[in-house]
């Protein structure tokens, strides 16, 4: 595991779209695993502007959504499809039909989750996976005690989750109770993690997460496991890692971020 601190949100923010946009100029095909929430939200507005000027290519790339609501239509304001159209797809050169999300409104919903592993196989596999973190520990919806082999299924959100997405609904109980995930084992098996996580709520799950031992309680602490994953945070995410000092002498003199440590604009 690779921790990078930046000053604050906007910087590491900026940080992960320029290696978002790294990859996808190496690999015009790259299949990207995506995630929702708020935090993303500041990594999509800089992939739409480098989109727009100097014109990265999203045209070849395949996207899969870690996770949707179960029940809402595409259309719903609140799913998970109507988040990314709006903050992404609707404002890059992708080809809807190459961006994928669980369908929450399938019948069969545990055939949907199988089929969902199949389609991530037969595009050979995700290249680099962006998460987020949630108070309780959870990617995707990985809610406490997921098995961390776990594959994509329905899942329960805690109450937490509810309440930390009772806004986007007004009111936790209008959140819907389900949800379809990417497992942790399936996570796992991107070839890249990416794991963005800002603002003080987050301090103490980050410190957790990469820092404490690896626990099912803690589905983020299985990111530990993995061969290639880096964890971005900004300064009030990051302040209560032990290891702070070290994570930034590695960042600052670890060839591969050679091209990332230019000082932040100030615009
Ligand atoms: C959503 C997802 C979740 C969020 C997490 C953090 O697709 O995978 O794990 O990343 O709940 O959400 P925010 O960014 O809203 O704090």
Same mark, same amino acid.
């Given at each position: 595991?690779?921790?990078?601190l930046? $000053?604050?949100?906007?910087?590491?923010? +900026?940080?992960?779209?320029?290696?978002?946009? +790294?990859?996808?100029?190496?690999?015009?095909?790259?299949?990207?695993?995506?995630?929702?929430?708020? &935090?993303?939200?500041?990594?999509? @507005?800089?992939?739409?502007?480098?989109?727009?000027?100097?014109?990265?290519?999203?045209? !070849?790339?395949?996207?899969?959504?870690?996770?949707?609501?179960?029940?809402?239509?595409?259309?719903?304001?609140?799913?998970? %499809?109507?988040?990314?159209?709006?903050?992404?797809?609707?404002?890059?050169?992708?080809?809807?039909?190459?961006? *994928? !999300?669980?369908?929450?409104?399938?019948?069969?919903?545990?055939?949907?989750?199988?089929?969902?592993?199949?389609?991530?196989? %037969?595009?050979?596999?995700?290249?680099?996976?962006?998460?987020?973190?949630? +108070?309780?520990?959870?990617? #995707?919806?990985?809610?406490?005690?997921?098995?961390?082999?776990?594959?994509?299924?329905?899942?329960?959100?805690? $109450?937490?989750?509810?309440? @930390?997405?009772?806004?986007?609904? #007004?009111?936790?109980?209008?959140?819907?109770?389900?949800?379809?995930?990417?497992?942790?084992?399936?996570?796992?098996?991107? +070839?890249?993690?990416?794991?963005?996580? &800002?603002?003080?709520?987050?301090?103490?799950?980050?410190?957790?997460?990469?820092? #404490? $031992?690896?626990?099912?309680?803690?589905?983020?602490?299985?990111?530990?496991? *993995?061969?290639?994953?880096?964890?971005?945070?900004?300064?009030?995410?990051a302040?209560?890692l032990?290891g702070a000092d070290y994570y930034r002498?590695?960042?600052?003199?670890?060839?591969?971020?050679?091209?990332?440590?230019? $000082?932040?604009?100030?615009?």
């Open positions: 595991m690779e921790v990078i930046q $000053p604050n949100s906007a910087a590491a923010a +900026r940080l992960v779209a320029q290696l978002i946009a +790294r990859e996808l100029r190496a690999n015009p095909h790259l299949v990207l695993g995506l995630a929702t929430g708020r &935090t993303m939200e500041g990594v999509y @507005q800089l992939l739409v502007a480098e989109h727009k000027n100097p014109g990265l290519d999203f045209s !070849l790339c395949r996207t899969f959504n870690l996770d949707e609501y179960v029940g809402l239509s595409p259309d719903d304001e609140h799913s998970y %499809r109507h988040y990314m159209n709006r903050h992404l797809f609707g404002q890059v050169n992708i080809d809807p039909r190459n961006t *994928h !999300l669980p369908n929450g409104q399938a019948l069969d919903l545990e055939a949907e989750c199988g089929r969902y592993e199949q389609a991530i196989a %037969r595009f050979g596999g995700i290249d680099l996976q962006l998460l987020g973190i949630g +108070r309780d520990g959870h990617i #995707g919806f990985n809610e406490p005690l997921s098995a961390l082999r776990s594959r994509t299924r329905v899942k329960a959100l805690t $109450p937490l989750t509810m309440t @930390q997405n009772a806004a986007f609904f #007004g009111g936790a109980d209008r959140v819907p109770r389900r949800a379809i995930t990417m497992g942790v084992g399936t996570i796992l098996e991107s +070839r890249r993690c990416v794991l963005l996580a &800002t603002g003080k709520d987050k301090a103490g799950i980050v410190a957790k997460a990469v820092e #404490g $031992p690896i626990t099912a309680m803690i589905s983020a602490t299985a990111l530990q496991l *993995h061969p290639r994953c880096t964890v971005v945070v900004d300064e009030p995410a302040s209560q032990q002498w590695i960042f600052d003199n670890e060839p591969e971020w050679a091209g990332f440590r230019s $000082p932040p604009d100030h615009h």
